[in-house]
């Protein structure tokens, strides 16, 4: 547990691990630094910590794009990448500054579920 309640990131963990306690994996995430502010593993073989500044990367090189195709008045919600058996979702706040990466199994919970509860949680990081 790499987190404590007591500041907004840590609160927003906790909060998606009661609302998806069968969750592999979830991080805040500064998106400027790519440090992890807060995260949780329930997975030996997932690093939120790791994944959280490689993630980072894919966040600015989206950004980087949107600005190379001229998408003037566009702004990232999420990115999703599937893998054969798992959901990585990457949630960025309104301002973008910051992201909540989550790792769950695509057996055990579905995107919809997943989305709604990212949607959910992310404004309280808009400060």
Do not use: C, W
């Not at 998606?16 to 991080?27: R, S």
């Amino acid at each position: 547990m790499a987190y404590s309640v007591n500041n907004p990131a840590g609160k927003v963990v906790q909060e998606i691990l009661n609302d998806l306690p069968g969750l592999m994996a979830v991080a805040v995430v500064d998106a400027t630094s790519g440090m992890s502010l807060a995260s949780h593993s329930n997975a030996p073989g997932i690093n939120p910590d790791t994944a959280a500044a490689y993630n980072t990367e894919v966040v600015k090189q989206k950004q980087k794009a949107m600005t190379a195709l001229k998408l003037q008045g566009e702004s990232i919600e999420d990115i999703l990448i599937t893998l054969s058996n798992q959901i990585h979702l990457l949630k960025l706040t309104e301002s973008g500054n910051k992201f909540i990466y989550l790792v769950v199994s695509s057996r055990d919970t579905n995107l919809a579920i997943a989305r709604e509860v990212l949607r959910a949680h992310v404004a309280e990081l808009n400060n």
